[in-house]
C-alpha cells in the first residue's frame, strides 16, 4: 500500500491548484459568453467552417498529408487577420455591450415616461390609420453611421405629430426608417440593413425584414407597423415580438424584454 501511495504522489503535479480552476473557470464562462453572442448571427457558421478547417489539419498532419498540411499551415497564417474582417460587426456589437449597464433602458436621465406616451400615440395613430411605418430607438450602441450613411437629418424633438408627418404616405421619408436617440428624433428616411436569415414566415415584408437586420447588428428597440395588417411588431436583438398591444408596448419602452422569438430561420 506504501508503495501504492508513493507512485501515486509521483502524479500530483497533474492535480489543478485553485488557481487553476479559477482560470478555467474564468476561461469557460468567456467562451459561454462569446458563443452567446455569436448563436443567432451568421459570425456561428463561419465559425464552425473556421473549426472544420482546423480538423481537417490536425487530421493532415496525423496521417503525414504533407501538402494539405503545409497548404491549410500557410492558411493559417494569415487567419487571425481574415477573422477581424468577417467578424468585424460581431466584434464591434460586443465590445460596445461591454460598456451596458442592464440596469439601464432606452433613455438615460431624460423625462422618459413623456417621450414613451408620444411614441405610443403615434405607433396607435398609424396602426389605426394602417400606415406602414418603422421606427428604431436607440440604444447602447450608436445609430449615427446609419443616420449618416443615409437618410435625412432631423435633429427635432420626439412628437407624435411629427411622427406621423414623416410616414405621411405622400411624404418624401415615408418609406425608410425613422432613427431616435433619447428624445430627438435623429434622422428619418433611413433605409436599413435586411436580416441575411432566410426567414420561414413568407408574411413578413421588407419592414420586418429590415426591423430584424438592424436588430440583429446593434441593441436598438425597432417599432414596425404593417399597412397591411395594422399589426404592430417589436424587434429586438434578433427576434421579433408581433401582435403588441398598446400596453405592451408601453412596458416595452419602459424595460419589459421581448417574449416570443422570430419565426423559424433554416
Known amino acids: ?77 494569415y487567419s487571425a487577420i481574415a477573422a477581424l474582417i468577417i467578424f468585424q460587426p460581431e466584434l464591434r456589437s460586443a465590445l460596445a455591450r461591454l460598456g451596458q449597464n442592464r440596469m439601464l433602458w432606452l433613455f438615460h436621465q431624460m423625462e422618459e415616461r413623456e417621450v414613451v406616451e408620444e411614441l405610443v ?15 428604431a430607438l436607440e440604444r447602447e450602441v450608436g445609430l449615427e453611421e446609419y443616420a449618416a450613411e443615409q437618410g435625412t437629418k432631423i435633429n427635432a424633438k420626439v412628437s407624435a405629430e411629427l411622427i406621423l408627418s414623416i410616414f405621411s404616405p405622400y411624404g418624401p421619408l415615408h418609406d425608410g426608417a425613422t432613427l431616435i436617440g433619447g428624445d430627438t428624433i435623429m434622422a428619418a428616411g433611413v433605409i436599413l440593413p435586411l436580416t441575411q436569415f432566410p426567414v420561414a414566415d413568407r408574411s413578413l415584408g421588407t419592414r420586418h425584414r429590415a426591423a430584424l437586420g438592424l436588430s440583429e447588428e446593434t441593441d436598438a428597440l425597432v417599432i414596425v407597423v404593417s399597412e397591411e395588417t395594422a399589426q404592430i411588431s417589436i424587434a429586438h436583438r434578433g427576434r421579433l415580438e408581433r401582435g403588441v398591444t398598446s400596453e405592451r408596448l408601453r412596458d416595452l419602452l419602459t424595460g419589459g424584454t421581448i417574449m416570443v422569438a422570430t419565426p423559424a430561420k433554416r
Open 1 to 77: 500500500m506504501t508503495e501504492w501511495f508513493g507512485r501515486l504522489e509521483r502524479y500530483t503535479f497533474l492535480l489543478p491548484g485553485l488557481t487553476d480552476l479559477l482560470q478555467i473557470l474564468i476561461v469557460a464562462v468567456a467562451l459561454y459568453y462569446v458563443l452567446r453572442l455569436l448563436v443567432r448571427t451568421r459570425a456561428i457558421q463561419i465559425l464552425f467552417g473556421f473549426v472544420l478547417l482546423a480538423v481537417v489539419y490536425f487530421a493532415a498532419r496525423l496521417l503525414g498529408l504533407n501538402l494539405i498540411s503545409y497548404l491549410m499551415g500557410a492558411l493559417f497564417q
Open 121 to 135: 400615440e403615434a405607433v396607435e395613430r398609424l396602426a389605426r390609420a394602417k400606415i406602414g411605418a418603422i421606427i
